[in-house]
């Protein structure tokens, strides 16, 4: 079986599963029938954003979830009628599979409306911390409570106003002070059951800290976040950027992956994003998926040591594999995901063109750079001795852009950079990303880290997003 988005869905295909309404009582598929125009409109009208099918290309792919939908179903409604008992028994569930499966289910995106929204992101927060925890090397009694805690963290959200939580565009000073209430309130809705151990309060009352201190309720930094928080903040950021929201698109997920390492030591504790990458299938096994140069497949098989470049099985039946060297230019799209819209990135350009242009420096290929070119005082260096040099005698640029080859051959002349300039802002781009690089590279600073084939409008933003940290 394979996984196809809604707007990918054509008449005929075969579903691989039963599918119900979120009242568990209407029939929207059945997987003994092709789907029609019919099934598709009810899908949509659903709110289900896709589905597993049965096709002679994927077949033998068996894909286990770590929750199904019925499961979800079952886990949201016992968190919205605050069903303590129900609620932890679901997550005896959830652990058990992923103990058994070591796997996730990627099917996170079924069936958020606006208003349940909190519930079904705490059920894939709860999914998530339990995959990152188990990889981070908790036994089972830990991921249990780690597990709870993610289903109860946002509780608070219960009690704060709907209008503000849900609204689109930018939020007043006050508002956002309302919104960081609902930390405080799901520990005091946690503290009221005495059966529910203090590690899984705390979890729910940190889970906004930021590694380096600059988060709330409290503003503890490192390890004095407690554990289970720290795994929070990280599989709560992740989702919420997967998700579509009233004021966003949801972002590509090599993007996110890229979003998580930037924060890696300022928002996120490092051990934890090592243990989210290595845990977390980026592209799902089944995800359907583009590829740049046009052509489709899906993920037939994940590579661990390169979790941005799986195996991909074309609808020709052949298969590519995207870590090969003659593979590495091709980018790869979940297919169904729109690009963030034009208008939205004029405005921002708009408000750019009001400062002045900054200056970023770039060691690395110039033909990757053209879409930046118009937006930033852009400089290009061949030999990163001589770009030492000048930037004594110059002072230095407002961002630095050193590309890193597989051997990370400039990691030495990273850490000297860091030592010499210790206000340089620093990005690092690769062709290529394994996960034994992120573990080297932890100690050089890094403001953010790019792995190619870039996105334009994405590019300028993350090195606007880069200078602006
Ligand atoms: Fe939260």
Not at 62 to 75: F, G, L, M, P
Not at 99 to 114: A, E, P, Q, W
Request: a negative charge; glycine letters at 6%; hydrophobic letters at 40%.
């Amino acid at each position: 079986m394979r996984f196809v988005e809604l707007d990918e869905l054509k008449v005929g295909m075969i579903p691989a599963e039963d599918i119900y309404d979120e009242g568990n009582k209407v029939m929207l598929l059945d997987s003994s029938k092709a789907l029609d125009e019919h099934y598709i409109e009810g899908l949509r009208k659903n709110n289900i954003q896709g589905i597993y099918i049965e096709d002679a290309l994927s077949k033998g792919l068996v894909i286990h979830d770590a929750i199904n939908r019925v499961q979800r179903k079952r886990t949201v409604n016992a968190l919205k009628n605050m069903d303590f008992d129900a609620t932890r028994n679901e997550a005896k569930g959830i652990v058990s599979g992923i103990v058994k499966h070591g796997t996730i289910s990627m099917d996170m995106k079924d069936m958020r409306d606006f208003d349940n929204y909190t519930f079904f992101h705490s059920v894939n927060v709860a999914v998530l911390a339990t995959v990152i925890g188990k990889g981070y090397g908790l036994n089972s009694t830990d991921l249990l409570r780690l597990c709870e805690s993610g289903l109860f963290h946002d509780l608070g959200k219960t009690k704060v106003d709907k209008n503000i939580l849900n609204k689109p565009g930018r939020l007043t000073k006050e508002e956002f002070a309302e919104i960081k209430k609902h930390t405080e309130f799901s520990y005091e809705i946690l503290k009221e059951r005495k059966d529910i151990i203090e590690d899984v309060r705390l979890g729910a009352l940190y889970h906004h800290e930021n590694y380096d201190g600059t988060g709330y309720p409290h503003g503890l930094a490192g390890e004095k976040i407690p554990l289970f928080a720290r795994i929070l903040r990280v599989a709560d950021v992740y989702d919420s950027l997967m998700s579509k929201r009233p004021y966003k698109e949801p972002f590509p997920s090599n993007e996110t992956i890229e979003y998580l390492m930037g924060g890696s030591g300022t928002l996120f504790d490092p051990k934890v994003v090592i243990s989210f990458v290595k845990a977390v299938p980026v592209f799902p096994l089944g995800q359907t998926v583009r590829l740049s140069d046009g052509r489709e497949g899906f993920v037939c098989e994940n590579n661990h040591q390169s979790v941005l470049r799986p195996k991909i099985k074309l609808f020709d039946g052949s298969i590519l594999d995207l870590a090969a060297p003659k593979n590495l230019s091709l980018g790869i799209k979940v297919t169904g995901t729109e690009q963030p819209d034009m208008a939205e990135e004029f405005a921002r350009r708009a408000l750019w063109s009001t400062d002045e242009k900054k200056t970023v420096m770039i060691c690395d290929k110039k033909e990757d750079y053209t879409s930046i070119m118009s937006d930033f005082e852009v400089e290009f260096a061949t030999d990163i001795k001589v770009l030492v040099k000048d930037m004594m005698k110059n002072g230095i640029p407002d961002l630095l852009i050193l590309h890193m080859d597989e051997d990370i051959t400039n990691l030495p002349i990273a850490l000297q950079l860091h030592k010499a300039f210790p206000n340089l802002k620093l990005v690092f781009s690769f062709d290529r990303f394994e996960r034994s690089m992120l573990l080297k590279l932890t100690d050089t600073r890094a403001v953010d880290y790019l792995i190619k084939p870039y996105n334009d409008i994405n590019l300028r933003e993350r090195i606007q997003k880069a200078i602006e940290r």
